[in-house]
């Protein structure tokens, strides 16, 4: 049995559990695009929207995969999806997105706004994951001992 939601992205989705054997688990492992190919949509404009969709994957190593792959694309222009996913997404979703902006951001790009946003994430574990990308990116501020 298979339901619609809509995505983090605004698109709706056909939510139905993909076949994960152990060959599609040696497939991700050596080349993580292939996380796309669980959310690929015929309407899909470019590979960075199922990548984003995928990292609200339950599974951990899928997401993994679309940080890493998203990582390697390195789009800035990806950035607002991914921000949706830093505002909207499950836990996991948000401290993976939170990374990807992290690693392909800078000091002045819209995915630091971005982070500094999720600072104010009521989880701690997304807040800290924000903390340490701002940290990579070398922009300093000073955390509120209050936060914790």
């Known amino acids: 049995m298979s339901t619609s939601k809509k995505t983090s992205t ?9 076949l994960r054997d152990a060959s599609f688990y040696i497939k991700i492992l ?8 669980l959310y690929a949509q015929p309407d899909d ?5 199922p990548l984003v969709r995928a990292l609200e994957d339950p599974d951990e190593l899928i997401r993994r995969s679309a940080v890493r792959a998203l990582v390697a694309l390195n789009d800035l222009y990806a950035a607002s999806s991914i921000f949706k996913v830093v505002t909207k997404g ?3 979703a948000r401290r993976a997105a939170v990374e990807v902006l992290g690693r392909i951001g800078s000091g002045n790009s819209l995915a630091a706004k971005y982070l500094i946003h999720a600072l104010s ?7 800290e994951t924000s903390i340490d990308a701002l940290k990579k990116l070398g922009i300093p501020f000073k955390q509120n001992p209050d936060s914790s």
């Open 45 to 49: 404009d470019d590979l960075c929207e």
């Open 10 to 18: 605004g698109k709706n989705q056909e939510i139905k559990p993909p």
């Open 121 to 127: 994430d009521p989880d701690s574990s997304v807040r």
């Open 90 to 92: 499950s836990i996991p």
């Open 30 to 37: 050596k080349d993580p695009f292939t996380a796309a190919e």
